[in-house]
């Protein structure tokens, strides 16, 4: 399984950003997805995962401002970011996680400044 994850970018506080993850390989739909960060200096965080029966979770950080999504027939893993803060600036990653096996993608860097 390999993840591809792209989309990041430069915004003002206050705009918006999709990313995107780009699956290849079997069984996509038996794995639960995730976007995390990693701001510089800090650790890797949790940002939202989705199930393969679609139940969403998010850090407290982003509930109600990014949304998690999956087209299982594209392979597609989606981050939409909306009114984005300064403190959102990361770099994100991608994975898929089922059991005790994680497949990991590079990350796409966002930065939110003004």
């Known amino acids: 399984v390999q993840l591809q994850a792209f989309g990041g970018g430069s915004v003002q506080p206050g705009g918006s950003l999709r990313l995107s993850c780009a699956v290849s390989?079997?069984?996509?739909?038996?794995?639960?997805a995730r976007w995390h960060r990693q701001a510089p200096g800090n650790q890797r965080d949790l940002v939202a995962s989705?199930?393969?029966?679609?139940?969403?979770n998010y850090a407290d950080s982003v509930k109600g401002r990014f949304t998690i999504s999956r087209d299982i027939v594209k392979k597609m893993v989606y981050l939409q970011m909306n009114s984005l803060k300064p403190e959102d600036t990361a770099v994100y990653y991608c994975?898929?996680?089922?059991?005790?096996?994680?497949?990991w993608g590079q990350g796409t860097e966002v930065t939110v400044s003004s």
């Open positions: 994975s898929l996680v089922k059991s005790s096996v994680t497949f």
């Open positions: 390989g079997p069984y996509f739909s038996l794995y639960t």
């Open positions: 989705i199930t393969n029966d679609a139940v969403t």
